[in-house]
């Protein structure tokens, strides 16, 4: 593997690598991320440096520059991270750019002259520095006008040499000074909030934010033509809301219809691990082929309830509107979702002085996987008793 190695950093260095520069100290695989690196979060190229000084601190998720001239000192601190919109997709690099003051630039400087990192060769030149696969890997890049260094060090806590006492002791005091992790934090409080996965190339994923469309087909068997559309979000910009809403609506050829609009909110007063409350508003305007009555109804739900893990229920009242009549009466609400074989179930009930409306669904979910243009496809069926008029309608939906 060395000899490999070695081969390949000749070829890059044959090829242009040092840019009429001396290379001190280089890893092929660090070196090629970084140089990706440096093109999507727009750094400077040390390799056409013609500064007295450059030097670049790299850890995930975060670079620290400072450059200095005869009569000019400089420096800044980018933090980035990956963004994949589902978890195999190619992902993205959002970054940020912060700049430091002259004083702050300054005291960095300092900093790296006082560490006595910059004559240290690169983790695979010293002797019983170990490699693993898990660990942070640091990387310092050097330049002056007739010099490059690149150089990483693998995990330098776990290390048991000299050498890893002056690299901790380096990071330490350039993250401290600097406040590294606040500024990463605050980095990371400021993303947009979407559904996807963040990620500062740890290995680990930061968080996913919950937030999804369906969109498709709605019909019924008296209703046979229609859509569906729904969205539910956790976050409008930065503020956490937790809503979501919902349309549908069915029609036939001969003017009869049957819409049905739905707006939800959860975690209002409740938000425990497996347990949180919710209040929705749903508003149907139907015109219904049904005699001897009129066949035109409006009703207006209002419901709270709870969340147990899988489990919910909820009650509320529900205020029906007909030409000749109005009713106001209780509804009542239950869902399950089975997860081995990813079905839910949904009952709901309006009870009235001598009416009993019910509706029954079952959604069946189909996940085609990451590398499917269409994630999710679902299909549903429900049986509903309203006023005596019975239909069954059928959704096909997929989830954006």
Do not use: C
């Amino acid at each position: 593997m060395r000899s490999i190695q070695i081969i390949i950093f000749f070829l890059l260095f044959n090829y242009g690598f040092s840019q009429n520069k001396q290379i001190v100290g280089d890893t092929v695989f660090w070196y090629k991320y970084a140089k990706e690196l440096e093109h999507k979060i727009e750094l400077t190229d040390f390799e056409k440096s013609k500064n007295d000084f450059s030097f670049r601190f790299r850890s995930y998720g975060q670079v620290v520059e400072i450059i200095k001239d005869s009569t000019n000192i400089s420096g800044s601190v980018t933090n980035y991270i990956y963004y994949r919109r589902k978890e195999n997709s190619e992902r993205k690099t959002l970054f940020k750019k912060e700049f430091l003051s002259v004083a702050q630039a300054q005291n960095i400087y300092d900093i790296i002259q006082n560490a006595e990192i910059l004559n240290l060769p690169s983790d695979e030149e010293i002797k019983n520095w170990s490699q693993e696969f898990d660990g942070i890997t640091y990387i310092f890049e050097y330049a002056d006008k007739s010099t490059y260094s690149f150089k990483n060090y693998w995990a330098p806590k776990v290390q048991e040499v000299p050498e890893a006492h002056k690299v901790n002791k380096f990071v330490r005091n350039i993250s401290d000074s600097l406040k590294l992790k606040e500024r990463y934090g605050l980095f990371k409080e400021s993303l947009p909030k979407r559904n996807g996965f963040y990620d500062s190339n740890g290995g680990v994923v930061a968080y996913h934010i919950y937030s999804t469309t369906y969109l498709g087909y709605s019909g019924a068997t008296k209703l046979p033509l229609g859509f569906f559309a729904s969205h539910f979000t956790s976050y409008l910009g930065k503020k956490k809301v937790n809503v979501g809403g919902l349309v549908q609506y069915n029609f036939d050829t001969n003017g009869f219809y049957h819409l049905k609009l739905r707006a939800s909110k959860s975690v209002l007063f409740i938000k425990e691990e497996k347990l949180r409350d919710f209040v929705s508003y749903i508003y149907q305007n139907r015109k219904i082929d049904i005699k001897p009555i009129n066949n035109h109804f409006k009703n207006h739900q209002f419901l709270y309830g709870l969340y147990f893990d899988n489990f919910g229920i909820g009650a509320g009242i529900e205020y029906l509107k007909q030409p000749h009549f109005n009713k106001t009466g209780l509804v009542f609400y239950a869902s399950n979702y089975f997860q081995k074989p990813n079905i839910s179930t949904t009952a709901s009930s309006s009870i009235f002085n001598n009416q009993i409306n019910y509706k029954i669904d079952f959604e069946r979910n189909f996940n085609l996987g990451d590398q499917s243009p269409i994630d999710n496809i679902s299909v549903s069926i429900g049986y509903e008793d309203f006023m005596n008029y019975k239909d069954v309608y059928f959704n096909i939906v997929t989830r954006f």
